[in-house]
Nanobody, 115 residues
Framework: QVQLVESGGGLVQAGGSLRLSCSPS????????MGWYRQAPGKQREFVAI???????NYRDSVKGRFTISRDNANNTWYLQMNSLKPEDTAVYYC?????????WGQGTQVTVSS
């Protein structure tokens, strides 16, 4: 089974930036959709951003203009560039992909934004 390996979380002050990355554990020849979700303590997991191959991107309203999802086809890796971070962005971030019709999740990486 394909696993997603993610990294890039950390502790930053409000207004700072982080870049998260996610890579499959094996080569994927067809990857229709990939993205990012997050889950704060005591809250449900929520959508953050998604990239549909050859189609476009979509973002949660609260992160539009601050976050950017992108893909490096050479490395089969995708990223979430997070700028102008706010304390309310604090959460565990999970990368996501639709692989052969199956939703697949990374292990999560902690993002903490201090004020």
């Amino acid at each position: 089974q394909v696993q997603l390996v993610e990294s890039g979380g950390g502790l930053v002050q409000a207004g700072g930036s982080l870049r998260l990355s996610c890579s499959p554990s094996e080569s994927i020849f067809s990857l229709f959709a990939m993205g990012w979700y997050r889950q704060a303590p005591g809250k449900q997991r929520e959508f953050v951003a998604i990239l549909i191959s050859e189609t476009g991107t979509n973002y949660r309203d609260s992160v539009k203009g601050r976050f950017t999802i992108s893909r490096d086809n050479a490395n089969n890796t995708w990223y979430l560039q997070m700028n102008s971070l706010k304390p309310e962005d604090t959460a565990v971030y999970y990368c996501y992909a639709l692989i052969r019709g199956n939703p697949t999740w990374g292990q999560g990486t902690q993002v903490t934004v201090s004020s």
